[in-house]
């Protein structure tokens, strides 16, 4: 897409990027990032994407924003809507170009995704033990850090120890990462469950400011794509939210790619159907957490 004043700059799996025009990613102090309709599951792009996708994980991270007492980097409201093309105004965010920190902050209160598989193969998660005859589902003793590498697009993100964080990011970082992770962590989960709403997971990515080297929430946050949301009423009934398709994020999607699709070559295009209950599941988390 060509936005007027902006270059774009690159495209990952669901969001494009744009700097300044004549300016480059490198060096440029602001990026406008962008959130397409694009959906993935298992490192791989599907097709068709989720209307109006974009615009609502934009909203969604933009709330949660609000909601955190935490830098970010987000541009102060006064400099955003001036600055942010009006054919992307819904779906865009104006941010600061940080250092990214090459790791994914995973924090899970719930066993489900990789880390239940990996728990099956070692009752354990990204090095740390957890308890004797867990399901998939279930609830952890207290939410853990299980850290991720970000590996470049393409390729699979690869859960990794603390250890490994602190080879990456030295010691004094990776402590802050996993801190300030469990923290935002146990605050949103509270928000959530006032509204009904599990937490089951989420990741977070953080980068440096440049100016200051302040550690700052960066990328979305909190959203349908890069968290597990479950329904508390259901859960409480007994049904295991990760196969009875009762999670507010696109868990029908890798559950119909699990049953449909060997996860050899080119994913199989998503029916109607799926598309439909996908967004339905996104518009409904956005109700219950913005009253709206």
């Known amino acids: 897409m060509s936005l007027r ?7 990952g799996k669901v969001r494009d990027l744009y700097v300044p025009a004549g300016e480059s990613l490198a060096t440029t102090p602001r990026i406008l990032v962008v959130a397409s309709d694009r959906v993935s599951a298992f490192d791989h792009v599907l097709e068709p ?15 949660w924003f609000d909601q955190l007492d935490v830098p970010n980097h987000l541009v102060p409201d006064d400099l955003r809507p001036e600055a942010i093309p009006e054919a992307v105004a819904d779906r865009a965010m104006l941010v600061a170009n940080l250092d990214m920190f090459p790791v ?25 033990a957890l308890p004797v005859g867990l399901r998939d589902g279930d609830k952890l003793p207290e939410p853990i850090y299980t850290p991720a ?27 802050k990462l996993r801190d300030l992770s469990l923290s935002i962590f146990t605050d949103a989960a509270a928000i959530a469950a006032q509204r009904g709403v599990i937490l089951a997971d989420t990741k977070f990515e953080f980068g440096a ?31 295991t939210p990760a196969t009875k398709m009762l999670s507010f994020d696109k868990q029908i999607v890798r559950n119909w790619l699990s049953t449909n ?25 956005i109700e219950r957490m913005l009253g709206k």
Do not use: M
């Open 261 to 285: 699709w060997n996860k050899q070559g080119t994913p199989p295009v998503l029916p109607a159907d799926i598309v439909a209950q996908t967004s339905a599941r996104y518009r409904e988390l």
């Open 149 to 175: 590498w970000k590996a470049p697009f393409g390729e699979h993100d690869e859960n990794i120890t603390f250890e490994r964080t602190v080879e990456l990011v030295g010691l004094e970082v990776a402590t």
């Open 49 to 63: 994407g989720i209307p109006g996708k974009g615009a609502l994980l934009t909203r969604l991270s933009l709330w």
């Open 104 to 128: 994914e902050c995973v924090v899970r209160a719930y066993l489900s995704g990789s880390g239940w598989l990996e728990y099956q193969e070692s009752q354990s998660v990204c090095g740390i």
């Open 209 to 239: 400011d440049r100016e200051t080297g302040v550690i700052t929430l960066a990328d979305e946050v909190l959203t349908s794509d890069s968290s597990r949301y479950w329904d508390a009423e259901a859960y409480a009934a007994g049904t």
């Open 5 to 11: 004043g902006w270059d774009h700059a690159y495209s």
